[in-house]
Structures are given as structure tokens and as C-alpha cells.
């Protein structure tokens, strides 16, 4: 069975950064691409980034140059870099991989 953990959310700044992980366990991390989600409530959940296996990224326009995904084989884990934090990226970010999802992790950018 896919599992995946989602850490790293909290509260942060305007301007500020934070750093998620997603550790992944039941499949072949290195074979799979993953991708990060975020949700606000009464809106659909949208597409922030993905990387495939073999690390291509994709990122959506709101985020470009602002965030950046990453992977670990060796750690199982895909990671999203967030910096230049604004109000608007708060949201409960998912981490998705071969169709299973995490639980989330809640991002509040505010002062």
C-alpha cells in the first residue's frame, strides 16, 4: 500500500520560505513521478508543481520562480522549496504520487 507524510507546513511571514517533504513508502519512488497539490476551502485543488522520475519539472505559473521541486531517491522523499511566500499561497499543500495522496500540510503566510 502507498503511503505518503507530508511535513513542513506552518506559519510564515509575507516574503518569507518554507520548505515541505513529502516522505513516500510503498512503491518504487525512484520509477514514479510525484507532484504537489495546494486547496483552499470551497476551491478545487490545484496543481503547484510535479517532477517526473527522472527529474523533469513543471511548474504552474503563480509559482514559477518562486518554487522549487526536488526529489530524493535514496530518501524516498520529494521535497517543495516555497520562497517569497504571499498571502495568496495560503492553502493545505498535498503531495500526490501514482494516483495516492497525503494527508496535507497547512501553509499560512501571514503577518
Known amino acids: 500500500q502507498v503511503q505518503l507524510v507530508e511535513s513542513g507546513g506552518g506559519l510564515v511571514q509575507p516574503g518569507g520560505s518554507l520548505r515541505l517533504s513529502c516522505l513516500v513508502s510503498?512503491?518504487?519512488?525512484?520509477?514514479?513521478?510525484s507532484a504537489w497539490y495546494r486547496q483552499v476551502p470551497g476551491k478545487e485543488r490545484e496543481l503547484v508543481a510535479a517532477?517526473?522520475?527522472?527529474?523533469?519539472?513543471n511548474y504552474a505559473d503563480f509559482v514559477k520562480g518562486r518554487f522549487a521541486i526536488s526529489r530524493d531517491n535514496a530518501k524516498n522523499t520529494v521535497y517543495l522549496q516555497m520562497s517569497s511566500l504571499k498571502p495568496d499561497d495560503t492553502a493545505v499543500y498535498y503531495c500526490e504520487v501514482v494516483g495516492y495522496w497525503g494527508q496535507g500540510t497547512q501553509v499560512t503566510v501571514s503577518s
Open positions: 517532477i517526473t522520475h527522472d527529474g523533469i519539472t
Open positions: 510503498g512503491t518504487i519512488f525512484s520509477l514514479v513521478g
